[in-house]
């Protein structure tokens, strides 16, 4: 056989037709390399992973993308399918039937059925695993009961009638229960892998299987690198595109910001000065998360003298009054963080009857304003009720970030100037002791944070009630918790009185300052341009890359 290409007139050789042929083949396989290369996202991360097992995980902001529960957190927190295809809920608001996707499959091809979510959620609230996150499942029947080992797991109100089928019974009705249903920490878990795997059950990324769009690999427990992988096993793998996500720890951001403009990080976190140096570049991105910065009051603080002022309300609104939020937002921190109205950040939940946001509802006069005058005479009023002249009370704070080390001096400017009398001393240790000691109760007063879980009020509103874990100062008030009781219980499927529980309830923490409000972080990012589809959360699962691909 004889091949004639004719070019400029000429006929071409066989041996320059081959070479030109075989030009073309390794062009393509090169094209070929290069796009599954480019559908990878680089991301950096402020610290190593803890734990990637869903039962006893402090947080899952990322994990969304490796585990799903019956929905998926959308745009602006709507909810979209996940492992369910179906749900149906009673009319009492009490039992909800959810069906699963036929033929779903973990990411090692075992199948996923109705049973790995009952026992995924038994193993939770099981008292030994100790889960941090237990209070979640509150509502569900017997969950309180069963993690206070006062009950079987197998009266937990979750059941699986056949392989497709959970069904779930609830104490009462809960107005947010559908979007705790998207969050991680409710997908299913596989009995066998863990029988499998023992106490080696999550603590590397391959003792571990995945329900969600991407699997993790190169985690071996400790270590700085890490990778999400495509999930072929996925139920709606066609619509994933990036090939891979890659992870490296990078504790400073002028580091991160080197290694961005190298191109080898498509997304990097940038610190409050590099926010004002790079605000007007085209690359720079905020991603907003209803996260709030506040003070812990220790209400049985071990020191005598402390304890009456902590336990003090002229005290407390004192300090309260005493710091300019403006200038700690714009000035100090100057990231976008912006001044809170009360203990619920802005741009969570809106009332549903007037669309306005909680954040403005929950507003009260002379609470969390800067009134130096006012601040000054109550805290001499104060100082009188406790027949003190003078107190040193000591912030704990952390020291493995940027931002908490200016708040805390911040804070100790602002007050010892303000309040005569007034000896601010900081204690300043890494993040792991600083929770160790706030869950010790040794602290008068501590810089803490919290992020909303899912986008309603109760989120935030649930941690001051009275022996909730993450109450470290203890304060206890049967005001506020019957608010909350109320919200929970009697008028919790109506959703308008609902909404005006939470509002006297945010309304009360406002004028009693047991949790005291300094601002609502913000965060900003600089983002390659060629990086298209990455949905971002204010609360709960944060971060969500199933759509995310690269240009």
Request: proline share 4%.
């Amino acid at each position: 056989m004889k091949l004639h290409l004719k070019r400029r007139g000429r006929v071409l050789t066989l041996m320059t037709v081959l070479l030109a042929l075989m030009a073309l083949v390794l062009t393509a396989c090169g094209k070929k390399n290069t796009s599954s290369d480019r559908q990878t996202l680089k991301l950096s991360a402020q610290a190593p992973l803890d734990t990637i097992d869903l039962s006893k995980a402090t947080g899952y902001g990322q994990t969304g993308n490796v585990f799903e529960s019956f929905y998926r957190l959308g745009k602006k927190g709507s909810l979209t399918p996940g492992l369910a295809k179906s749900a149906e809920v009673s009319q009492d608001g009490k039992t909800y039937t959810f069906h699963l996707r036929p033929n779903l499959k973990w990411s090692n091809g075992d199948a996923l059925t109705a049973k790995d979510f009952v026992y995924s959620w038994r193993r939770t609230l099981t008292p030994s695993t100790k889960s941090q996150y237990a209070y979640l499942f509150d509502g569900i029947k017997n969950a309180n009961r069963v993690n206070a080992g006062q009950a079987s797991v197998k009266s937990l109100g979750i059941s699986a009638p056949n392989k497709n089928t959970v069904v779930v019974q609830l104490e009462r009705p809960i107005a947010y229960f559908k979007l705790l249903m998207a969050y991680p920490l409710f997908a299913p878990q596989n009995q066998r892998i863990v029988d499998k795997y023992g106490k080696k059950y999550a603590t590397s990324s391959k003792h571990m299987v995945y329900s969600g769009p991407f699997k993790m690999t190169g985690w071996n427990g400790t270590g700085n690198h890490w990778q999400f992988v495509k999930n072929n096993q996925y139920w709606d793998k066609k619509v994933v595109k990036l090939h891979k996500i890659t992870y490296q720890v990078i504790g400073n951001n002028t580091t991160g910001v080197e290694i961005f403009d190298q191109k080898k990080l498509s997304l990097t976190l940038l610190s409050n000065q590099q926010v004002k140096n790079y605000k007007d570049d085209p690359r720079f991105r905020q991603y907003p998360y209803s996260y709030m910065t506040y003070l812990k009051w220790n209400f049985h603080d071990s020191d005598a003298t402390n304890n009456k002022a902590t336990n003090n309300l002229n005290i407390r609104q004192a300090i309260a009054l005493s710091v300019n939020r403006a200038q700690l937002t714009e000035k100090v921190l100057g990231d976008g963080s912006r001044v809170p109205t009360g203990f619920v950040p802005g741009g969570l939940a809106t009332d549903a009857k007037n669309k306005k946001d909680f954040a403005s509802e929950q507003k009260v006069a002379h609470t969390v304003a800067y009134e130096p005058a006012l601040a000054k005479k109550k805290f001499a009023t104060g100082l009188k009720e406790i027949d003190q002249k003078k107190i040193t009370l000591t912030l704990l704070s952390t020291d493995d970030d940027g931002t908490s080390p200016m708040v805390a001096q911040f804070l100790k400017s602002q007050l010892e100037k303000n309040l005569p009398g007034l000896t601010l001393n900081i204690r300043s240790i890494p993040s792991k002791a600083a929770n160790q000691q706030g869950q010790k109760g040794d602290f008068d007063i501590m810089l803490s944070g919290w992020g909303g879980d899912f986008n309603d009020p109760i989120t935030f509103l649930q941690i001051p009630q009275t022996n909730t874990a993450y109450n470290y100062g203890k304060w206890s008030d049967t005001k506020y918790d019957d608010l909350i009781d109320r919200a929970q219980n009697i008028d919790a499927n109506d959703s308008e009185k609902r909404w005006q529980d939470l509002i006297q309830a945010s309304q009360y923490l406002n004028q009693v300052q047991s949790f005291t409000p300094l601002y609502q972080a913000n965060y900003a990012y600089l983002q390659q341009n060629n990086v298209q589809g990455i949905i971002h959360n204010t609360a709960g699962t944060q971060w969500n890359y199933k759509y995310t691909s690269i240009k």
